[in-house]
């Protein structure tokens, strides 16, 4: 972009860059200087030190996987259905029917294509479009979810049978957060009493606090409800169960007899969804709809309880495991966006008249605000890796339960509590840390990051929630540290450590008296090692497991019960699940450095010893208390991670090239593959919001320019007369 100024008396013409503060004489000089702008992004592929494809197959699985991601990437974008770059300008309406009629065609694809086909295209669509990936995951995430995990199998036919699988006749809903409860599940209000005389379920909402709240796809599209309630038999509660509770009629839409429904208007983000409230006065559903996989009503009334209850939630740790693959795929998006531009933004030079101005990514300190940021996300993505292969293997082995007894059903149920525990944990601390990566990126933008089509903005938004549902990250959190305090107790009685906890090993031993050898290395290779990482986040954790455990134990001291022993610990706890959860993701990020190719291992290695590095320093003061790591180690890990990120930044946009998403999927102009972030940010804005008559100019505007003032038309106040 050029600005034409005014003329030099003695030079003529002055050409300004509009990208940067470069001012010449000569057109050629400035022809020459903007194509120095097209080169800067070049310039940063020129010499990566790892083969850039060969990290993509890795991060992806596999060759064939990468493939079929780029088809269907290459698909989106030449739909005209999928179009996404004028999101920002269209209305809550219509952002809500483009988003239905995706819905159609989506359904078609995948009930109809291999489900490893599906499952890459809904990873991709949940970067793309978010809340429409949410309104879609309603139904076949969500409430097929629950018939899946909660359903007997002949009832899972019936449902399959009624259209719950290829939304032919069924469309469904997720009722479980109430007005007055979220994560307090057993503390649900709607209630579903069984009538023998009828063998039906009565579902009510007694109070207003019992209307179910956030239910996406009920204010227009649900027909039938996955609906959560307390159980109620001969007067007797049996704790809440899930029942399928039809809301509209198939054939007229009309709101079926004792439902009521509205809409939750506006939001925050993700504005797709069309998220409604329900009550339900006294609605009668045939018994055979109370889900009945685990916990049974019979036509008598009697009620056949399973023997391990905790069983039927194995299925409900899938959203929270499927979130922590989202917040890397997410975070990989904001870093693109972010690196590139750092790569392609020039701001102040050394003086030199006509020098190019220094690139945002060349200042040590804008290194500091993305690349640690960068290994978070590596930490995500392996972490997500590991984390989906303990789920499948968990479902693999309750699934193969049936009537088993004895040893097999305890190993299950010290698998799913260990899951449990650390999806909650993960879910909790890497959406906090994803959330803070969008903002971050977002910031770097400086004042372009404030636009709605810069791409960061809405991601924010969109992504917010992800740190509330499927469970609050602060009451997930807690449930993990819960969880640390009783294996630690359960350690100390002689019960086995889980391999995830294997570093309590010595805490056990000395009777929670937790004696730290101090790190004896002095060079920043030696104490930015990955060995001494994993050992020092070892300490820091099993210190604060231990810190825990001592205030609960406090707390019984004082006559408490055990779970409000818990309560007075809840600080602790909450602070040992953090410790945990990043000693968890740098003992996984290892892992996985050992397994990777030889090509890629030294700088995933590098990325590895930042994040568990840089992740010392932002809590220094731990190590130090553990009595790990001393003042002066933690000034050489410091020095380290200015070191890491200036070897880091060669390999910056090569890293972002790696993820593999195409502009499409990045929908935003500052991050574009060929740096030409101000010619396409300019026609991209010019282009949505073009130049209109002001339409409230006559009735606002030219009142207010053409208004009189009162006291003109008054009498004249003569104070020389008083």
Avoid at 505 to 529: C, H, N
Wanted: proline fraction near 4%; charged fraction near 20%.
């Amino acid at each position: 972009m050029i600005e034409n100024t005014q003329l030099d008396p003695e030079f003529g013409p002055q050409f300004r860059c509009g990208e940067c503060d470069w001012v010449g004489n000569y057109i050629g000089d400035f022809v020459a200087h903007r194509e120095s702008h097209h080169a800067s992004i070049a310039e940063e592929r020129k010499a990566p030190s790892f083969p850039i494809r060969e990290l993509t197959y890795w991060l992806d699985g596999d060759k064939k996987v990468t493939e079929l991601k780029e088809q269907i990437m290459l698909e989106l974008e030449r739909d005209p259905l999928w179009r996404v770059s004028d999101h920002p300008n269209l209305t809550l309406a219509e952002t809500r029917e483009r988003a239905m009629k995706k819905i159609r065609r989506l359904a078609d694809q995948a009930t109809s294509r291999p489900l490893e086909e599906t499952m890459v295209r809904m990873s991709i669509i949940s970067v793309v479009d978010p809340g429409f990936w949410t309104r879609f995951g309603v139904h076949f995430g969500l409430f097929f979810g629950a018939l899946q995990g909660q359903a007997s199998p002949a009832q899972l036919a019936y449902w399959m049978e009624k259209g719950a699988f290829t939304m032919q006749g069924v469309t469904g809903c997720f009722g479980m957060t109430e007005l007055g409860h979220g994560s307090n599940v057993a503390g649900l209000e709607t209630i579903a009493t069984f009538d023998p005389n009828t063998d039906e379920f009565i579902v009510h909402s007694p109070t207003i606090t019992a209307t179910k709240w956030w239910i996406g796809g009920a204010a227009h599209t649900a027909t039938h409800c996955a609906v959560y309630a307390q159980l109620l038999v001969g007067g007797k509660r049996y704790g809440t169960k899930t029942f399928v509770v039809q809301l509209r009629d198939t054939q007229t839409f009309e709101l079926m007899p004792g439902v009521n429904i509205g809409d939750l208007g506006k939001k925050m983000g993700r504005d797709q969804i069309d998220n409604g409230w329900i009550r339900f006065t006294h609605v009668r559903i045939p018994r055979s709809h109370m889900l009945m996989k685990h916990t049974k009503v019979m036509r008598s009334g009697e009620v056949i309880e399973p023997p391990l209850a905790q069983l039927a939630y194995g299925a409900l740790i899938q959203g929270r495991v499927s979130m922590v693959g989202d917040s890397a795929n997410v975070a990989k998006r904001a870093l693109t966006i972010a690196t590139r531009y750092a790569s392609v933004r020039r701001q102040f030079s050394d003086g030199t008249p006509g020098a190019l101005e220094t690139k945002l990514i060349d200042y040590p300190i804008h290194q500091h605000r993305l690349l640690p940021l960068m290994a978070q996300t590596f930490a995500m993505i392996f972490a997500a890796r590991e984390m989906n292969t303990s789920y499948l293997q968990l479902m693999s082995q309750l699934n193969e339960l049936g009537d088993a007894k004895g040893a097999a059903v305890d190993a299950a149920i010290k698998n799913l509590k260990e899951t449990h525990a650390t999806s909650a944990g993960l879910k909790a601390f890497c959406t906090w840390m994803c959330l803070n990566i969008i903002d971050q990126c977002r910031q770097s933008l400086g004042g372009h990051g404030y636009s709605a089509y810069t791409g960061l903005s809405q991601a924010y938004s969109d992504f917010a929630v992800h740190c509330t549902w499927e469970g609050d990250n602060t009451i997930l959190t807690l449930q993990c540290g819960r969880y640390l305090v009783a294996t630690a107790l359960e350690a100390r009685k002689g019960q086995p450590l889980p391999e995830n906890l294997a570093y309590l090993k010595d805490a056990i031993k000395s009777g929670m008296v937790l004696e730290t050898k101090p790190f004896s290395g002095k060079s920043a290779a030696e104490v930015s090692s990955l060995a001494a990482l994993k050992a020092a986040w070892s300490s820091v954790a099993a210190n604060a497991i231990v810190n825990a455990v001592r205030d609960f134990e406090a707390g019984v001291a004082k006559g408490l019960s055990k779970d409000n022993a818990y309560e007075f610990s809840s600080a602790s706890r909450l602070h040992a699940a953090r410790m945990h959860t990043y000693t968890y993701l740098l003992h996984r990020f290892v892992a996985q450095v050992e397994q990777s190719p030889a090509a890629l291992r030294p700088i995933l290695t590098l990325l590895a010893q930042l994040f568990g590095a840089h992740s010392a320093v932002q809590h220094s003061g731990e190590f130090l208390q553990a009595g790990f790591y001393s003042g002066a180690q933690i000034e050489t890990l410091k020095a380290f991670v200015n070191d890491a990120c200036a070897q880091i930044r060669k390999d910056a946009v090569p890293l972002t090239d790696a993820f593999d998403y195409s502009d499409y999927v990045i929908n935003s102009p500052l991050g574009r593959y060929d740096g030409d972030v101000y010619e396409k940010y300019f026609e991209l804005v010019t282009s949505l919001n073009p130049q209109k008559p002001v339409p409230y100019f006559d009735s606002l505007i030219r009142p207010l320019l053409e208004r009189t003032n009162e006291s003109q038309s008054g009498p004249e106040l003569e104070i020389d007369q008083e």
